[in-house]
């Protein structure tokens, strides 16, 4: 079992940027991958940007050049550090960790561009 606690949402105006955490209860290293992904209301969640356990990342062509993903394994915490944020951005982000067998998810957080 993982529990994920994202933080780190708020409002932003457009062209700021804002950066998000993800705490994981369990050491993210034994994680395979730990992933953002987002809804926006009345759409379907998408993926956002993924890392592996080696560091591999992988990003959606929509965020590429803009949004950088990290992990600290030291504090069980991955971000999403998020610039030149526009108002399509906006959404309730959430952390994914996906293991062999299963996956978990946070609670998510809302970023909000608009000025």
């Known amino acids: 079992q993982v529990q994920l606690v994202e933080s780190g949402g708020g409002l932003v105006q457009p062209g700021g940027s804002l950066r998000v955490s993800c705490a994981a209860s369990?050491?993210?290293?034994?994680?395979?991958?730990m992933g953002w992904y987002r809804q926006a209301p009345g759409e379907q969640r998408e993926l956002v940007a993924t890392?592996?356990?080696?560091?591999?990342?992988n990003y959606a062509d929509s965020v590429k050049g803009r949004f950088t993903i990290s992990r600290d394994n030291a504090k069980n915490t991955v971000y999403l550090q998020m610039n030149m944020l526009k108002p399509e951005d906006t959404a309730v982000y959430y952390c994914?960790?996906?293991?062999?067998?299963?996956?978990?998810w946070g609670q998510g957080t809302q970023v909000t561009v608009s000025s």
């Open positions: 994914k960790a996906r293991l062999v067998f299963t996956e978990y």
């Open positions: 369990k050491s993210i290293t034994s994680i395979l991958v």
């Open positions: 890392i592996t356990s080696d560091g591999s990342t």
